[in-house]
C-alpha cells in the first residue's frame, strides 16, 4: 500500500502530515523526514524536483558494490541498505541524506520504521536533525537483527537436542540446510551494514554528537557477527552428525546383509556340490544322503554363527 509521511518540528513535538502540497507550503527547514513507502513514480519525481535530489530505481539500491551502497556528493549523503522482513525476504532501502533531511524511500512494512516513530514521538529533542534519525533507524534495525540472530540460535538449539539415530532422514537434512540458508542471509545483512555505518563514521554529514552512537553500533554488529559465524559452526557440526547417523544406519544394514550372507554361504556351496549331474556321487545313493546333507547345512550354519559371536561381530 503506497504512503507518504511528512515528519516535521512545531511547538516542540514531531508531527506527521501525508501531503506533498504541505511539505511545498512551509519552511523546508521545519521537515525532519520523509518517508516513502511503494509510491508512484510520479510522486517521486516531485519531490526530486522540489527538493533537488536523485531517488534511485530498486535495481540501482540493490547493486553489490560499495560506491553504489554508499554516495556521498558536496551536499548530498545516499545510504543504500538491505533489510530483512520476518519472511527472510529482503527489501532494499534507501535513505537520502540532504540540508539536515532524511528521505527514506522503500516498498514494505518494516518493523524498525514503526519503532523508530516511536522513539521520536517520546523524545522529538533527541532527534533534531535528519542525521539523528538515520542513525535511529539504523540503530533499530541491528537490534531487530539481533532478535532475529537470537531466534535462530534458539531454533539450533532445538534442533541439536532433538537430533537421534531415527530422525535422520531428508526433512530433517531439508531443516538443516533450511537454517544454513537462513544464517547466511542474517550475515550477509549485518555485514551490510557494518560497511555501511562504517562509512559513515568517516563522514562529515554525520555531526560529532552522533560518532560514539556509531561506534556503538559498530561493536554491537561485531559481537552479531560471532554470534552468527557459531550459529553456521554448530548447524555445520549437526549435518555433519546427520551424515554420521546415515553412515551408522547404513552400516549396520550392509552388517546385516554381510552376516546372511556369510552363514548361507557353507550350505549354499554344499547344496551346489549335491545339485551337481556326475554320475558318479555315492551319496546319492544312499538312504541317508539327504538329511546327512541337511545336517551339514545346519551345521555349517551354527558354526558360522558361533564364531561371529565369539569375536563379538554379532
Do not use: C
Request: aromatic fraction near 10%.
Amino acid at each position: 500500500m503506497a504512503d507518504i509521511k511528512l515528519f516535521y518540528h512545531k511547538d516542540g513535538i514531531v508531527r506527521l502530515s501525508r501531503s506533498l502540497e504541505f511539505l511545498k507550503s512551509n519552511p523546508i527547514q521545519n521537515f525532519l523526514w520523509i518517508d516513502l513507502m511503494d509510491v508512484d513514480e510520479e510522486v517521486e519525481n516531485e519531490l526530486e524536483d522540489f527538493l533537488k535530489i536523485y531517488i534511485q530505481e530498486e535495481e540501482e539500491m540493490i547493486e553489490i558494490e560499495m560506491s553504489s551502497r554508499y554516495i556521498e556528493t558536496t551536499d548530498t549523503l545516499v545510504v543504500n541498505s538491505n533489510f530483512l522482513l520476518s519472511n527472510f525476504e529482503t527489501d532494499p532501502v534507501s535513505f537520502i541524506l540532504k540540508n539536515n533531511i532524511l528521505v527514506t524511500v522503500r516498498s514494505e512494512e518494516l518493523i524498525s520504521f514503526h519503532e523508530t516513530v516511536k522513539k521520536i514521538s517520546a523524545n522529538p529533542k533527541n532527534y533534531p536533525t535528519g542525521a539523528h534519525v538515520l542513525v535511529a533507524l539504523l540503530e533499530t534495525r541491528v537490534d531487530f537483527d539481533a532478535d532475529m540472530i537470537e531466534n535462530m540460535t534458539q531454533k539450533v538449539t532445538q534442533l541439536s537436542n532433538s537430533i537421534s539415530l531415527r530422525d535422520a532422514d531428508e526433512e530433517l537434512l531439508s531443516e538443516i540446510k533450511n537454517l544454513q540458508e537462513k544464517t547466511m542471509l542474517l550475515r550477509e545483512n549485518i555485514i551490510d551494514k557494518q560497511r555501511v555505518i562504517s562509512s559513515m563514521l568517516r563522514s562529515e554529514f554525520i555531526a560529532t554528537e552522533l560518532q560514539p552512537k556509531l561506534t556503538i553500533i559498530i561493536k554491537d554488529i561485531n559481537s552479531l557477527i560471532e554470534h552468527i559465524k557459531f550459529s553456521f559452526d554448530r548447524l555445520d557440526y549437526l549435518q555433519d552428525a546427520f551424515l554420521g547417523y546415515v553412515n551408522i544406519e547404513q552400516n549396520k544394514i550392509i552388517k546385516i546383509f554381510t552376516i546372511v550372507s556369510v552363514i548361507f554361504m557353507p550350505p549354499t556351496l554344499i547344496a551346489s556340490i549335491y545339485g551337481m549331474n556326475f554320475d558318479f556321487m555315492p551319496e546319492l545313493d544312499k538312504k541317508w544322503g539327504y538329511p546327512v546333507a541337511l545336517i551339514l547345512m545346519v551345521l555349517s550354519s551354527l558354526i558360522i554363527l558361533y564364531i561371529f559371536r565369539k569375536k563379538k561381530w554379532l
